[in-house]
Nanobody, 123 residues
Framework: QVQLVESGGGLVQAGGSLRLSCAAS????????MGWFRQAPGKEREFVTA????????YYTDSVKGRFTISRDNEKKTVYLQMNSLNAEDTAVYYC????????????????WGQGTQVTVSS
C-alpha cells in the first residue's frame, strides 16, 4: 500500500516555473514506477510524464518535452516535477501516481493516486 501526497502547486505567470513534489508513504517506494498526470476543467485526464523505479528511464508527452523534468529520490520517497516555461495550457490539477507494473502513459496501469495539486498559469 502506498499513499501519495502532492504539493507545490499554485498560481504562476506564463513563462514562470513551479516544482511539484509527491511524497510517498510505505517501505517499497523504490519498487514503483511513478507518473504525473493532469486534468484540466472539462477535459480528460492526460499523461504528462513517467519515471522508472530506479530513475534511469523517463517518458514525456510531446507537449512538455524540453520544459518539464521528472526526477525521483528513493531515499526521500519523493518524486518531483520541475515545470519551466509554463503556459496557460498547462493549467490543470496535477496528480502523481504509482505503478507496480512499469512506467507508462496509460493511467489504467497505475495502482495508487494522490489527491492532486492545482497549477494555474495566468497569461
Amino acid at each position: 500500500q502506498v499513499q501519495l501526497v502532492e504539493s507545490g502547486g499554485g498560481l504562476v505567470q506564463a513563462g514562470g516555473s513551479l516544482r511539484l513534489s509527491c511524497a510517498a508513504s510505505g517501505r517499497t517506494f523504490s519498487s514503483y514506477a511513478m507518473g504525473w498526470f493532469r486534468q484540466a476543467p472539462g477535459k480528460e485526464r492526460e499523461f504528462v510524464t513517467a519515471i522508472s523505479w530506479g530513475g534511469g528511464s523517463t517518458y514525456y508527452t510531446d507537449s512538455v518535452k524540453g520544459r518539464f523534468t521528472i526526477s525521483r529520490d528513493n531515499e526521500k520517497k519523493t518524486v518531483y516535477l520541475q515545470m519551466n516555461s509554463l503556459n496557460a495550457e498547462d493549467t490543470a490539477v496535477y496528480y502523481c501516481a504509482a505503478s507496480t507494473q512499469h512506467y507508462s502513459s496509460d493511467y489504467r496501469e497505475y495502482d495508487y493516486w494522490g489527491q492532486g495539486t492545482q497549477v494555474t498559469v495566468s497569461s
